[in-house]
């Protein structure tokens, strides 16, 4: 049986002030929680969370890291500092930074390296564009992107690793892909994964992202191979964000 997880991605959304505001509802609401929860913070509000959620089950992750452990990179975060600051999970190949910052699958790839390498488990995000899904080439697109990481860290460090399959026409749209056809991508993920490695296909969490809320997050994490969400917009606000946490 897969643990349910559900993870907040906060994108550049916070200030102090409604950082303790989020953070102390969601608090409030944890101990009804069975799922592992993860809020993925902006750089500056790091220390502000680890001090929120010290002794609780409220997990830390950050949202990109840089490959380098030090030195002259102007505006990079390292994954020690990630750690310095209570992380222990990382966002490693965001749609957003794919099309944004130019991160390519070998890029991803050796984040999700530097990130295991430093005892961070990679948030390792996977999906296709709506051109791509039109095209029928939903399949090819996630293969290639789950092979790059394999190709570089082979399959047994997938036991650390935590998939999410965010379909970039679903994110920040409020279209939802249907619990079949994310259903139905997530089994094809597996499938993936279970040629090199039966059992670890079995046990990698796949988590859905895209437009997902406390009115669909049911249906979606009821498929079988559905193992919880990654949430954007609807992380922001802490009673839609503990709604989704009490499904799993
Ligand atoms: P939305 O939930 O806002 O669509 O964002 C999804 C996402 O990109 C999470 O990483």
């Not at 509802?25 to 750089?43: A, F, H, N, R, T």
């Not at 949202?63 to 209570?86: I, P, Y």
């Not at 970039?168 to 997530?186: N, R, Y």
């Given at each position: 049986?897969?643990?349910?997880?559900?993870?907040?991605?906060?994108?550049?959304?916070?200030?102090?002030?409604?950082?303790?505001?989020?953070?102390?509802?969601?608090?409030?609401?944890?101990?009804?929680?069975?799922?592992?929860?993860?809020?993925?913070?902006?750089?500056?509000?790091?220390?502000?969370?680890?001090?929120?959620?010290?002794?609780?089950?409220?997990?830390?992750?950050?949202?990109?890291?840089?490959?380098?452990?030090?030195?002259?990179?102007?505006?990079?975060?390292?994954?020690?500092?990630?750690?310095?600051?209570?992380?222990?999970?990382?966002i490693v190949g965001?749609?957003?930074?794919?099309?944004?910052?130019?991160?390519?699958?070998?890029?991803?790839?050796?984040k999700v390296?530097?990130?295991?390498?430093?005892?961070?488990?990679p948030?390792f995000?996977?999906?296709?564009?709506?051109?791509?899904?039109?095209?029928?080439?939903?399949?090819?697109?996630?293969?290639?992107?789950?092979?790059?990481?394999?190709?570089?860290?082979?399959?047994?460090?997938?036991?650390?690793?935590?998939?999410?399959?965010?379909?970039?026409?679903?994110?920040?749209?409020?279209?939802?892909?249907?619990?079949?056809?994310?259903?139905?991508?997530?089994?094809?993920?597996?499938?993936?994964?279970?040629?090199?490695?039966?059992?670890?296909?079995?046990?990698?969490?796949?988590?859905?992202?895209?437009?997902?809320?406390?009115?669909?997050?049911?249906?979606?994490?009821?498929?079988?191979?559905?193992?919880?969400?990654?949430?954007?917009?609807?992380?922001?606000?802490?009673?839609?964000?503990?709604?989704?946490?009490?499904?799993?």
């Amino acid at each position: 049986m897969r643990q349910t997880i559900v993870v907040g991605n906060w994108k550049m959304n916070a200030s102090k002030e409604t950082v303790n505001t989020l953070v102390l509802g969601v608090l409030e609401g944890m101990p009804d929680v069975k799922s592992e929860v993860i809020v993925c913070v902006p750089y500056p509000y790091l220390c502000q969370v680890e001090a929120l959620v010290a002794h609780s089950q409220l997990k830390i992750g950050a949202q990109d890291l840089n490959v380098n452990a030090s030195g002259a990179f102007t505006g990079e975060v390292s994954a020690d500092m990630l750690k310095d600051f209570g992380s222990e999970y990382v966002i490693v190949g965001h749609s957003e930074r794919r099309s944004l910052y130019g991160e390519s699958d070998e890029m991803v790839a050796e984040k999700v390296q530097v990130a295991l390498d430093n005892g961070l488990t990679p948030l390792f995000c996977i999906g296709e564009l709506l051109e791509e899904r039109e095209a029928g080439d939903t399949e090819t697109v996630v293969a290639r992107q789950i092979n790059a990481v394999i190709k570089r860290v082979g399959i047994e460090v997938f036991k650390n690793i935590i998939i999410a399959y965010e379909p970039v026409w679903a994110i920040g749209t409020g279209v939802t892909a249907t619990p079949q056809q994310a259903q139905d991508t997530h089994a094809y993920i597996r499938e993936i994964l279970a040629q090199s490695d039966a059992d670890i296909a079995q046990s990698t969490p796949i988590l859905y992202g895209g437009s997902m809320n406390s009115g669909n997050a049911d249906e979606l994490i009821a498929c079988e191979d559905i193992d919880g969400g990654l949430i954007g917009g609807a992380s922001l606000k802490s009673d839609d964000f503990l709604r989704i946490c009490k499904v799993g």
